[in-house]
């Protein structure tokens, strides 16, 4: 029971990448890998204003900062020099990988003694509940600290998409859906296109900083390695929640990324509970990706086959 | 009021491909002046149109629009003077967002886009009431994706939306071209009617003469990136479809001269 509520905690955290990946990938159909870059950078901005012993809403709110700069630089480079999205990504990622190197000072930076946001949310609980406390859940005994910690997970990422939906929704956020929907359309009514995709790309990563930054703090360490393969997890995540709603409405979408996101983690801890080995992680979730983008047009080509027939 | 002078646009220049779209084209428009613009594929009538709402830059030349040279603007800042209207008609909307939202970004163009709600209840009622003029039931399904509308349904909502904040221009490229006869007929209709009521200075491309004829107060016709007869006036009410017809003729066989003159002129001294 306490695997489960950590896997839905990190399940949570991870949502702010869905969050991310669903801008860039579906707003924007902008294959963005600048999240593998941009995430660790959230990661490596908090751990090491921690250590250096700032305030950790500080130093949370700065990794979203660092996300805004990482993605406004992809969107520049794409928009003002000409080069296509991904090869944009991947020269800020690989800039960012020395970056980090810099701003963590070494490859690992661990912690373990240091004020987080969830040492905050573990102190909370202990004036709360009581000092290790455990809850009865459903039969399992479960840390206080523990549900206490998904609580305010959960509160911060509805919070999150509220913010995006309302955002969308916004004049300023119409213009950006349209953007990524019909950009000659929008440029014809007064909406300087360039500007919207650095904007979007920039807060796709802002969104994806904030969740290496929480990651980091939740499992007591920022690793310089630890964004590889976070563009194709944030993919499936946003996939997995598309199929789930199969509805075009914004709020659903929204919702549907953070609910794959959640499924996704619980999935990827079961598989490896059922003794997967973890150095098959990424080559599984991969494979996963490339089926769930390849199976729809598989199947209406296979159904056509069939009515010829 | 738009004051076109000395225009000049080259595409691929200095390699095979060249072409030569647009040459010294001056054209001056006043204001409430609806105006067809006529010419051969390939004649430059396209691109003078993307001149003007800025789709790229030109070579040399001046656009002026009220009083405000905007010949180095580019399009999206020029876009609070200019109304548009594309060929096709995917073109115009923004497919994956609904009827109310496209027209709600119509009703912003040009201007400052904060954080204020897209799609405030007082604008969807000012929305139903301007849809209902199209008479084909949109009023009722404002939040339906425009995706899921006819190429026709398409063009009159961007119509519409081209014309809903007044502007100092509207420019139509071929905008019935994509569509069937009754649909590209009743877009028409809807076109003048709109024009008319706006007194809407417009720019119109059309490939029809029949349109020319009986739309506008001023015809154009272009041939190789230059403006070759301009009618205005009680010569253009005067203009019939074989006029147009015999003039392209002419046109062409101007150009069969051309290509026989230079024939002779190989033989003879090459």
Redesign the interface.
Same mark, same amino acid.
């Given at each position: 029971m306490t695997l489960l509520i950590g896997s839905i905690t990190i399940g949570l955290i991870l949502a702010l990448l869905a969050l991310g990946s669903f801008i860039s990938f579906r707003i924007f159909d902008f294959p963005d890998i600048t999240a593998e870059g941009s995430f660790t950078f959230g990661a490596a901005i908090t751990a090491s204003l921690i250590v250096a012993g700032i305030n950790p809403v500080v130093a949370t709110v700065l990794a979203f900062a660092g996300g805004l700069l990482a993605g406004s630089a992809t969107g520049l480079i794409h928009t003002r020099f000409k080069i296509n999205p991904l090869l944009s990504g991947i020269l800020v990622m690989t800039a960012l990988y020395s970056v980090n190197l810099h701003v963590m000072g070494k490859s690992n930076v661990p912690l373990l003694s240091q004020n987080t946001l969830f040492t905050w949310f573990e102190k909370f609980s202990n004036i709360i509940s009581g000092e290790n406390a455990v809850v009865n859940l459903i039969g399992w005994s479960v840390p206080a600290k523990d549900l206490w910690t998904l609580f305010f997970c959960l509160l911060i990422i509805v919070a999150f998409s509220l913010l995006l939906l309302w955002?969308f929704?916004?004049?300023?956020?119409?213009?950006m859906?349209?953007t990524g929907? $019909?950009d000659?359309?929008?440029?014809?009514?007064?909406?300087?296109?360039k500007g919207m995709i650095i904007f979007g790309v920039a807060l796709s990563n802002g969104f994806i900083a904030l969740s290496g930054s929480m990651l980091a703090q939740f499992q007591g360490f920022a690793d310089v390695q630890m964004g590889i393969g976070m563009m194709v997890w944030g993919l499936a995540s946003v996939i997995i929640g598309e199929a789930l709603i199969s509805e $075009?409405r914004l709020g659903l979408l929204i919702a549907g990324a953070v609910i794959g996101a959640v499924l996704f983690r619980l999935l990827v801890a079961i598989a490896l509970r059922w003794g997967m080995n973890p150095n098959d992680l990424k080559l599984i979730t991969a494979a996963f990706v490339f089926l769930a983008l390849v199976l729809p047009g598989f199947m209406k080509q296979t159904k056509k086959i069939k009515l010829i027939r | 009021m738009l004051e076109i002078s000395n225009l000049y646009k080259t595409f691929n220049a200095g390699t095979i491909n060249e072409v030569n779209a647009l040459q010294d084209v001056s054209l001056s428009i006043e204001d409430g002046c609806f105006v067809c613009v006529l010419g051969t594929n390939g004649s430059g009538k396209s691109t003078l149109l993307n001149a003007v709402?800025g789709n790229f830059l030109t070579d040399a030349g001046t656009i002026i629009l009220n009083g405000r040279n905007i010949t180095r603007w580019?399009?999206?800042?020029r876009?609070?003077q200019?109304?548009?209207v594309?060929q096709n008609p995917?073109?115009?909307?923004?497919?994956?967002?609904s009827i109310g939202?496209?027209l709600?970004?119509?009703a912003?163009?040009?201007?400052k886009?904060?954080?204020?709600?897209?799609?405030p209840a007082s604008l969807v009622r000012d929305l139903r009431y301007r849809v209902k003029v199209l008479n084909m039931g949109l009023e009722e399904r404002l939040d339906t994706?425009i995706g899921k509308l006819s190429g026709g349904q398409r063009q009159a909502l961007t119509l519409l939306?081209?014309s809903w904040l007044r502007p100092d221009l509207l420019l139509l490229d071929e905008h019935t071209a994509a569509l069937d006869p009754k649909t590209a007929s009743n877009v028409i209709e809807l076109t003048e009617q709109i024009v008319t009521e706006g007194k809407l200075t417009t720019l119109m491309v059309t490939h029809s003469m029949q349109q020319a004829v009986n739309l506008g107060d001023r015809v154009i016709m272009m041939h190789q990136g230059k403006i070759r007869y301009d009618f205005r006036g009680e010569e253009k009410k005067r203009l019939k479809v074989p006029d147009l017809l015999y003039l392209f003729d002419e046109l062409r066989r101007k150009d069969q001269i051309d290509t026989g003159v230079a024939e002779l002129l190989v033989a003879n001294y090459v």
């Amino acid at each position: 029971m306490t695997l489960l509520i950590g896997s839905i905690t990190i399940g949570l955290i991870l949502a702010l990448l869905a969050l991310g990946s669903f801008i860039s990938f579906r707003i924007f159909d902008f294959p963005d890998i600048t999240a593998e870059g941009s995430f660790t950078f959230g990661a490596a901005i908090t751990a090491s204003l921690i250590v250096a012993g700032i305030n950790p809403v500080v130093a949370t709110v700065l990794a979203f900062a660092g996300g805004l700069l990482a993605g406004s630089a992809t969107g520049l480079i794409h928009t003002r020099f000409k080069i296509n999205p991904l090869l944009s990504g991947i020269l800020v990622m690989t800039a960012l990988y020395s970056v980090n190197l810099h701003v963590m000072g070494k490859s690992n930076v661990p912690l373990l003694s240091q004020n987080t946001l969830f040492t905050w949310f573990e102190k909370f609980s202990n004036i709360i509940s009581g000092e290790n406390a455990v809850v009865n859940l459903i039969g399992w005994s479960v840390p206080a600290k523990d549900l206490w910690t998904l609580f305010f997970c959960l509160l911060i990422i509805v919070a999150f998409s509220l913010l995006l939906l309302w955002f969308f929704r916004t004049n300023i956020g119409t213009a950006m859906r349209a953007t990524g929907d $019909n950009d000659q359309m929008i440029r014809a009514l007064g909406v300087n296109t360039k500007g919207m995709i650095i904007f979007g790309v920039a807060l796709s990563n802002g969104f994806i900083a904030l969740s290496g930054s929480m990651l980091a703090q939740f499992q007591g360490f920022a690793d310089v390695q630890m964004g590889i393969g976070m563009m194709v997890w944030g993919l499936a995540s946003v996939i997995i929640g598309e199929a789930l709603i199969s509805e $075009n409405r914004l709020g659903l979408l929204i919702a549907g990324a953070v609910i794959g996101a959640v499924l996704f983690r619980l999935l990827v801890a079961i598989a490896l509970r059922w003794g997967m080995n973890p150095n098959d992680l990424k080559l599984i979730t991969a494979a996963f990706v490339f089926l769930a983008l390849v199976l729809p047009g598989f199947m209406k080509q296979t159904k056509k086959i069939k009515l010829i027939r | 009021m738009l004051e076109i002078s000395n225009l000049y646009k080259t595409f691929n220049a200095g390699t095979i491909n060249e072409v030569n779209a647009l040459q010294d084209v001056s054209l001056s428009i006043e204001d409430g002046c609806f105006v067809c613009v006529l010419g051969t594929n390939g004649s430059g009538k396209s691109t003078l149109l993307n001149a003007v709402a800025g789709n790229f830059l030109t070579d040399a030349g001046t656009i002026i629009l009220n009083g405000r040279n905007i010949t180095r603007w580019p399009e999206h800042k020029r876009a609070c003077q200019i109304g548009r209207v594309f060929q096709n008609p995917f073109s115009g909307t923004a497919p994956g967002m609904s009827i109310g939202e496209n027209l709600a970004l119509a009703a912003k163009r040009g201007g400052k886009r904060g954080l204020g709600w897209g799609l405030p209840a007082s604008l969807v009622r000012d929305l139903r009431y301007r849809v209902k003029v199209l008479n084909m039931g949109l009023e009722e399904r404002l939040d339906t994706p425009i995706g899921k509308l006819s190429g026709g349904q398409r063009q009159a909502l961007t119509l519409l939306m081209a014309s809903w904040l007044r502007p100092d221009l509207l420019l139509l490229d071929e905008h019935t071209a994509a569509l069937d006869p009754k649909t590209a007929s009743n877009v028409i209709e809807l076109t003048e009617q709109i024009v008319t009521e706006g007194k809407l200075t417009t720019l119109m491309v059309t490939h029809s003469m029949q349109q020319a004829v009986n739309l506008g107060d001023r015809v154009i016709m272009m041939h190789q990136g230059k403006i070759r007869y301009d009618f205005r006036g009680e010569e253009k009410k005067r203009l019939k479809v074989p006029d147009l017809l015999y003039l392209f003729d002419e046109l062409r066989r101007k150009d069969q001269i051309d290509t026989g003159v230079a024939e002779l002129l190989v033989a003879n001294y090459v």
